[in-house]
């Protein structure tokens, strides 16, 4: 039997979880926008799926049969083909090593340091204005602008258009309607031609720059493919960091004791990061994956053309794997998914770590009483394919 989820999903999603697992490690169900998928909630079978290559991400691939999963009421969605096509979790080997290989020396420690000691002039800045005792909605304040300044740093794009970048990226990350994914796909399209064109003309010391001129000439990609992997690093970027931070701070604020942990010693906080990061599992569900041959998952058989998704948070909080996984406790020894697993473990994941770092840090730093003021019962989510994310979060920081 196929399980509808209903629109309570995304307020408690561990309840169904709970359910799926009595079935077994893999159910059929159709997600609250309509679509029907497979969802792995077992660990060992997550972990396999995740680097099985019978399972493809190449975005044409799926596409061709995605609609026959659409139940009639779906919320349909739309891509922009020329920022998603050569996004790294939408092809495959040989491409994929490719594009991952060109990313991987482009993205080195050197360059993240150095956009390092900008976000965290950004991160202290954004703190500093925070009102002291008043009430504020923690992800416009602070989460959202931070996570944003980051992935925006490392692109390369002006100061004068982040504002614009992020309204347009919004229909694309939150699978708004066709039209307004249309807009906003042109929009960034056009402005990062036009950067790539500055920037093979006058290089600087951003990703986009080390993109457009490789120090390896096995490393020369086209300008769609630049594209693509830029724009996949504004949009996957700065939104899974958002849900990191804001998250995060809800759960640090259901549990006091741990919170007192990090305000004795905030050195434990990049320790403490990997345990917040399974907690919050910014990214609930892997990208889909898409069968080419009838394969089994724990025991199930699941036809060609069919597409699978991996819960990444049932998989963080499982109980087979922690006997309170629900629970916060900076003195377990985490493992989780959260970034993903094999060749499509998250091109971005030093970034997201060194804000994340950064961000509990200097709230720690700047304030030593956090309050949620809206119930946990009240909070109000979006919810997509693949992601969870909080729209707000009030709080009082003092």
Known sequence: MIEELGKDFVKDPHKYYERMRLSGPVSEVVLPRGLKVWIVTGSAEARSVLMDRRLCKDIWFGTAFAGKHLRPNAVRTAWHPDLVRYNLLNVDPPVHSRLRRAMARALDADLLNRVGERVEVTTNELASRVPVGETIDLVEAFAAPLAFSGVAELVGIPEPNREDVHRWTIPLVYFRPAEEVSEGGENLLALLRGLLEDRRSQPGDDLLSRLAHPSDPSDVLSDQELISLVSNMVMAGYETTQQLISVGVLGLIEHPEQLAILRSDPTRVPKALDELLRWVSPAPFSTPRY????????????????????????????????????????????????????????????????????????????????????????????????????????????
């Open 291 to 398: 069968t080419t041959e009838e394969i089994e998952i724990g025991g199930v058989r699941v036809p060609r053309g069919e597409i699978v998704l991996v819960a990444v948070d049932a998989v963080n909080h499982d109980p087979e794997v922690r006997s309170c996984p629900h629970a916060i406790d900076f003195d377990s020894s985490p493992t989780h998914i959260a970034f993903g697993r094999g060749i499509h473990f998250c091109a971005g994941a030093s970034l997201a770590r060194m804000q994340g770092e950064l961000a509990f840090a200097a709230l720690l730093e700047h304030f030593k009483e956090w309050e949620l003021i809206s119930t946990v019962e009240d909070l109000e989510w979006t919810h997509t394919h693949i992601t969870r994310s909080l729209e707000s979060l009030l709080v009082r920081l003092s």
